[in-house]
């Protein structure tokens, strides 16, 4: 299984920025995608997930109502829409794929097996 994650880069405070996940390496119905984002000196976190098999999606709070994933089955790809960004949203964000990712696992990294590189997303103020 590959992850590979881009789409980041610099925008100011209330833009929109698009990321892609292209997975590659098998088929992915079974599976769990996460977005996750770490900030310089904090911890991974979750920011949203979507199963593939189903397309339920869920989402941390922080990001509710601002952020939407979604996946295209042809391109075995999935997005993360971003919009009305803030600076706290800076972070690298990476993308990620387990199989067993489900229940209250979906939230956690440690569930996941499979990563991309990362990609950074800086918001100004």
């Known amino acids: 299984v590959q992850l590979q994650a881009f789409g980041g880069g610099l925008v100011q405070a209330g833009g929109s920025l698009r990321l892609s996940c292209a997975a590659s390496?098998?088929?992915?119905?079974?599976?769990?995608m996460g977005w996750f984002r770490q900030a310089p000196g904090k911890e991974r976190e979750f920011v949203t997930g979507?199963?593939?098999?189903?397309?339920?999606?869920y989402y941390a709070d922080s990001v509710k109502g601002r952020f939407t994933i979604s996946r295209d089955n042809a391109k075995n790809t999935v997005y993360l829409q971003m919009n009305s960004l803030k600076p706290e949203d800076t972070a690298v964000y990476y993308c990620?794929?387990?199989?067993?990712?489900?229940?209250?696992?979906?939230?956690?990294?440690?569930?996941?097996?499979?990563w991309g590189q990362g990609t950074q997303v800086t918001v100004s103020s």
């Open positions: 990620a794929a387990d199989d067993s990712a489900y229940g209250s696992r979906r939230y956690r990294p440690q569930a996941y097996n499979y």
């Open positions: 390496g098998r088929t992915f119905s079974g599976y769990v």
């Open positions: 979507i199963t593939w098999s189903n397309g339920i999606t």
